[in-house]
């Protein structure tokens, strides 16, 4: 059972190029979200779905992208990045029942924008 | 404005005792509030969920009470162990909607 998967692990990128960060879960949850980590600030949500082809800005949306094309996958896009998007990003998938709305966390991404 | 505060210092104890950490929260009304663990370099990791109409929860060494009035969860291990250093944050649903909001976290470090 692998959870939820986050590619690549570390990225490095040049301002002004795009990228796109993968998740991928394999637990039939309907709720997905993107937060990013920076030192001090903890997690911050970026854009979340509560469904395919459902998809919602969160706090920080600006300069991200999402969609929702599959219950499994939720791809991540930076359309033009910029040294303030240089951050650890968690995918985070998520159900509701049972405990209620337990959140399962990839392992992160790093991203550093030079 | 909406706010979830944790204590930024670290918390640093010795192994035995009980520590105890604080998630304060401003102009939320959570159907329920939730703890994590995080280690360096990776996710965070589900501990406990709390409800609003529950004021106490337990699992194993853990200890969780959430008082919507003072709208305050502490979170408490007991007999703590250096494996339990870690930094641990608080989140709560944001109006319902599944949107969970995270705190900063505190750090906790056991010292043997």
């Known amino acids: 059972n692998a959870g939820v998967t986050q590619t690549p692990k570390f990225q490095v990128l040049k301002t002004g190029q795009s990228m796109t960060l993968q998740c991928a879960q394999d637990?039939?949850?309907?709720?997905m979200s993107w937060y990013r980590q920076d030192p001090g600030m903890g997690l911050r949500l970026i854009h979340y779905s509560v469904g395919a082809g459902i998809t919602d800005q969160g706090e920080v949306p600006n300069g991200y992208n999402v969609s929702r094309s599959t219950t499994e996958d939720f791809p991540l896009r930076l359309l033009s990045a910029a040294p303030s998007q240089t951050s650890v990003y968690f995918c985070a998938s998520s159900y509701q029942g049972g405990d209620g709305a337990e959140a399962f966390f990839g392992q992160g991404t790093r991203l550093t924008v030079v | 404005s909406q706010k979830i505060e944790q204590n930024s210092e670290a918390l640093n104890i010795q192994e035995g005792k009980t520590a105890t950490l604080t998630c304060n929260y401003t102009n939320y009304s959570p159907a329920y509030l939730q703890w994590y663990r995080q280690d360096p370099g990776r996710g965070p990791v589900f501990l406990l969920l709390?409800?609003?109409?529950?004021k106490e929860k337990r699992k194993e060494r853990l200890k969780v009470t959430f008082d919507t009035t003072l709208k305050q969860s502490l979170f408490h291990i007991t007999a703590s162990q250096p494996a339990d250093s870690a930094t641990y944050l608080c989140a709560l649903d944001a109006d319902s909607s599944y949107k969970l909001i995270f705190g900063s976290g505190t750090r906790l470090l056991v010292r043997p």
């Open positions: 637990m039939n949850h309907e709720y």
């Open positions: 709390i409800r609003e109409n529950e």
